[in-house]
């Protein structure tokens, strides 16, 4: 297993932004996807965006699109979340997570998981 830390959460308010990064001790050929989940109190963990490594495609949750934006740094061995616009129903622990796969990364491949970084958004 290789461990990836989660990082650049925090508390804003509604409207505001953060970057969460992290970072992963090492890629492995079959890490053919990078992505970014959350899991509020009491609700199902959510896929929120996902990239593939190797093309940069990315597929985000209808509930992020236009405000969220997920990339990667190869150099760094990192994958960010951008943040933008952020709104109370973001509040959640967000994770980050890699897995084999292709064309959309589906969900059920993601088995490398971060210890997670809590999001929290005010009105």
């Known amino acids: 297993q290789a461990p990836m830390v989660e990082s650049g959460g925090g508390s804003v308010q509604a409207g505001g932004s953060l970057r969460l990064s992290c970072a992963a001790s090492g890629y492995t050929y079959s890490w053919n996807c990078m992505g970014w989940f959350r899991r509020a109190p009491g609700k199902e963990r959510e896929g929120v965006a996902r990239?593939?490594?190797?093309?940069?495609?990315?597929y985000y949750a209808d509930s992020v699109k236009g405000r969220f934006t997920i990339s990667l740094d190869n150099a760094k061995n990192t994958v960010y979340l951008q943040m933008n616009s952020l709104k109370p129903d973001d509040t959640a622990m967000y994770y980050c997570?890699?897995?084999?796969?292709?064309?959309?990364?589906?969900?059920?491949?993601?088995?490398?998981w971060g210890q997670g970084t809590q999001v929290t958004v005010s009105s």
């Open positions: 997570s890699a897995g084999p796969g292709y064309g959309p990364c589906p969900e059920r491949i993601f088995s490398y």
């Open positions: 990239i593939q490594v190797g093309s940069s495609n990315t």
